[in-house]
């Protein structure tokens, strides 16, 4: 019977590991029990260390949002991924709690581009990621997208420092440039031409906006920015463009 130790270093049971996660995905749910039941020390250290706070097992949603995830890791796991089933796991406790969390509290802080450039800075994450639990949720799923909008940009050719020192200076601009944005990222077949090109398809989109080609083209990385957030994944980012949009919230 394959009994596995916290103590032990992962690469003493990887290997070991695998092959009982094959056999439970393979339909062995008893060995799931035992497996998730093993684990359960794991996960309530996990959800611990994000919430700040000690695990009520009964009656704690965040504890059982930690075994569902802890489950929903062993189904999705590939012992070709490059990260241990332990990592792994770590990662979809955590996006799962975030995503409780936002779901309950939606966040409503609006983030200017100036924090793009305090990103890049060595003590974002000092700054960010607070003692309070609820803003350590909401602060480590800020540091996630922003990472993944980094990596989005830079298919571009845009950094976090062209958008500070190219962000429209006029409300009514900034207005202009996230109507084209909403075009761009509405109508699918300007958004794949922006895609497959990695610039903005101006001939085509002349065609379904009155705003001068000058103007767009000014402001060509601020827009590609702007439309890449309202497609993607970016929930938290996607805050500040609703007040923008409307000629509030300020991006500088």
């Known amino acids: ?21 094959k056999r439970i995905q393979n339909g062995d749910e008893a060995l799931r029990e035992k497996f998730i039941r093993d684990f359960i020390p794991f996960i309530i250290k996990n959800i611990s260390q994000f919430s700040g706070k000690y ?39 955590r996006r799962r709690l975030i995503n409780y969390v936002n779901k309950n509290e939606k966040s409503k802080k609006t983030f ?23 803003e350590q949720f909401k602060s480590i799923e800020i540091n996630e997208q922003m990472s993944l909008f980094e990596n989005k940009l830079k298919e571009f050719d845009i950094s976090f420092t062209d958008l500070v020192l190219n962000s429209p200076k006029h409300k009514d601009t900034k207005v202009s440039s996230i109507e084209v944005a909403r075009l761009l990222s509405q109508n699918n077949e300007l958004f794949h031409k922006l895609l497959r090109k990695k610039k903005i398809p101006m001939v085509d989109l002349l065609k379904y906006t009155d705003i001068s080609k000058k103007t767009i083209e000014r402001n060509r990385k601020f827009i ?29």
């Open 112 to 134: 200017p581009f100036t924090y793009f450039e305090e990103y890049e800075s060595q003590d974002f994450e000092e700054k960010y990621l607070s003692i309070d639990s609820h």
């Open 1 to 21: 019977m394959l009994k596995i130790r916290f103590f032990r270093k992962e690469k003493d049971y990887t290997e070991s590991m695998n092959d009982v996660i």
């Open 55 to 93: 695990v009520e097992v009964e009656n704690c949603d965040e504890y059982s949002i930690g075994l569902s995830a802890f489950n929903e890791a062993i189904n999705s796991f590939n012992e070709t991924m490059r990260t241990s089933f332990l990592k792994f796991s770590r990662q979809v406790i």
């Open 224 to 252: 590609i920015a702007v439309t890449l957030i309202l497609k993607g994944q970016f929930d938290v980012l996607n805050e500040f463009i609703k007040d923008a949009g409307k000629g509030g919230e300020s991006f500088d």
